[in-house]
């Protein structure tokens, strides 16, 4: 791919230099942290607030190492996916508004190597958010409870999660390219979160959805067996090069 290099130098100095690399990073370091410490005062929390106002009950479960865990993933995950939406977004629509995308495109820079700068550009953001956020709920962690996850289950449950949230990058990327809008483009990236979330709920099929993988992970994290996810983790991990693909069809027909 023509330019390729070049353009992902461009790409993660534009991420640099709009704070969105430095943003995505603290987005994930917040709710590492708060995860862990959610899980760990929050039943002390509800009970003193409890006590100091009439004294009605809550049932809130103890703290432990799974609810820790749980708290981690769904922070994580979520926000992690939102964070992705919000990056790709205008990866694409934006830069054909302002018509530098047709400027780039004279240069010797091919459209695929145009596109495949764009993802790997916010699949490093997300990744080193991911080791920012993961690590520093796996230290707390460490700090709050007597015990801690395994860490190799606990890296599994990490890179899982780093696709997860590349897979939604990549739909809203392609958004991006077929639309002229920049919200259109996030529109596309929540109804397809939406899709995923009612067919992870079905048969079969359901296990296959990207939002599905959140089970396994839970499961790889806390050491357990997840069952079999070899299928469900190819699927996806298929999914995003084949969205990349349409996205290119898409944008090599283009009149920029």
């Known amino acids: 791919m ?32 708060v995860g862990p410490l959610t899980d760990r005062y929050m039943k002390e929390l509800i009970d003193a607030v409890g006590s100091q106002s009439g004294g ?21 995950s ?6 992705a939406l919000l990056l790709a977004m205008g ?41 920012l956020g993961c690590g520093s709920a796996y230290v707390y962690t460490l700090v709050l409870y007597p015990t801690v996850f395994p860490l190799g289950g606990y890296v599994a449950m990490a890179l899982i999660m ?12 392609l958004g991006s390219t077929v639309t002229k809008s920049a919200i259109a483009a996030a529109g596309i990236g929540l109804l397809a979160l939406l899709v995923f979330g009612v067919l992870a709920a079905l048969p079969v099929i359901g296990d ?7 089970t396994p992970a839970l499961a790889l994290m806390l050491g357990h067996d997840p069952g079999s996810i070899a299928g469900a983790l190819l699927f996806n991990i298929a999914l995003v090069p084949a969205l990349f ?12």
């Open 208 to 214: 296959y959805s990207p939002t599905s993988l959140a």
């Open 162 to 173: 780093w696709w997860t949230c590349l897979t939604f990058a990549a739909i809203t990327m």
């Open 91 to 131: 990866s694409v629509a934006w830069e054909k508004e302002r018509g530098t995308a047709a400027m780039i495109l004279t240069k010797p820079a091919s459209r695929a190597a145009f596109l495949a700068a764009k993802l790997a550009a916010i699949a490093l953001t997300l990744g080193f958010a991911v080791v």
């Open 245 to 256: 693909g349409v996205t290119w069809l898409a944008f090599r027909r283009q009149e920029l």
């Open 78 to 83: 979520q926000f992690g996916i939102i964070c």
């Open 56 to 76: 009605f009950t809550i049932q809130v479960p103890g703290p432990s190492l799974d609810g820790a865990a749980a708290q981690i993933l769904k922070n994580m």
């Open 2 to 33: 023509m330019g390729f290099r070049v353009l992902l130098v461009k790409e993660m100095r534009e991420q640099l230099r709009t704070n969105r690399f430095v943003a995505v990073a603290a987005v994930f370091v917040l709710f590492g942290i």
